[in-house]
Every structure is written in structure tokens, then in C-alpha cells.
């Protein structure tokens, strides 16, 4: 599994011309699913998300101090299955991103996973398999990048 995670001081999803999700200061979070992956893979990133340390200690000023959970911010959650994508040539290829049926379950349980894990009202998601709008205002900008599976890494040649 793969994930982009940015800081943010506000994050919405939008489809259709319909707001669906919105948070204040937090992390957007953008998820793409490898073929592979399984609970593990949901479990490292959901852990890693929530505790990364990316915030500044308003009391203390310490930069890079407080997770999002620390904070009581929200996570706003995104599928993107083109962050598995290849160049064939000029064309993306998303071959080793997992089929729309069953990452639309495993999604959905990664959803769940956060909100047991943080809180229901604290994650929001944006819509599985729709054209969707995110619109973000960056803070920093921070941005980071995880991957559940080193051997993800190198998935197609250059």
C-alpha cells in the first residue's frame, strides 16, 4: 500500500459539484492499493499515519513534535489507484494496482481501520471509483510518502 500524505490546514472532496468531505487542519491522505496487499499492509500505514510526528508543539514551538491524533485534527482519506501507475511508453499502466471490486472492500475496511483507530467523526473519506475534485490548502508544505512493502518499491521498469 502506498500513501501521500500531506499537512494541511484544509482539505475537501468534491463530486459532482457536491462537497462530500471536508476537515479543517490536518492530513490528506492519498491511498493507492497494490494487488498484494493485505491487513498488514492497512495496519503499518494506518499506524504510521496517525502517529507521524508532523506537527509543530504549540506549547513548546518544537518543530516536527505532534501527530494529527495529538492535535485533534482530521484525516481526510482518498483512493488513488494511479498511485500504482507505470509509463508503457507514453501510456500509464495500472496493472499492479488492485482490481476496483476487491480494493473498493479493502478500502472501505481501511477506512474503518482509522476511524476505530483515531475517530469516526475525526476521518473522512472522499467517494471509492468517482471522479472527485480535492482541493487543499497546503501547510508548510509537508508532504511525505509511505509504503507498507519495500519490495513495492520497484514495481515496473524505468
Not at 487542519?25 to 496517525?50: F, Q
Not at 482519506?77 to 499502466?93: A, E, H, I, M, R
Not at 476505530?116 to 471509483?129: L, P, R, T
Request: glycine share 8%; net charge neutral; hydrophobic share 40%.
Amino acid at each position: 500500500m502506498r500513501a501521500v500524505v500531506q499537512r494541511v490546514l484544509s482539505a475537501s472532496v468534491e463530486v459532482e459539484g457536491r462537497i462530500v468531505s471536508e476537515i479543517g487542519p490536518g492530513l490528506l491522505v492519498l491511498v493507492g492499493i497494490h494487488e498484494s496487499d493485505t491487513d498488514s499492509d492497512a495496519d503499518y500505514i494506518c499506524r504510521k499515519v496517525l502517529n507521524m510526528r508532523l506537527f509543530p508543539n504549540g506549547e513548546t514551538g518544537k518543530a516536527w513534535d505532534q501527530s494529527v491524533v495529538q492535535r485533534d485534527y482530521g484525516v481526510l482519506l482518498v483512493s488513488q489507484f494511479t498511485l500504482y501507475g507505470v509509463l508503457k511508453g507514453n501510456k500509464p499502466d495500472f496493472h499492479v494496482a488492485m482490481p476496483p471490486q476487491k480494493a473498493k472492500l479493502f478500502y472501505a475496511s481501511l477506512v474503518e481501520k482509522f476511524q476505530k483507530a483515531y475517530s469516526s467523526d475525526a476521518v473522512k473519506d472522499g467517494i471509492f471509483g468517482a471522479m472527485m475534485k480535492v482541493n487543499l490548502v497546503n501547510d508548510g508544505p509537508v508532504t511525505m510518502q509511505l509504503d507498507s512493502s519495500p519490495v513495492q518499491e520497484s514495481f515496473g521498469p524505468r
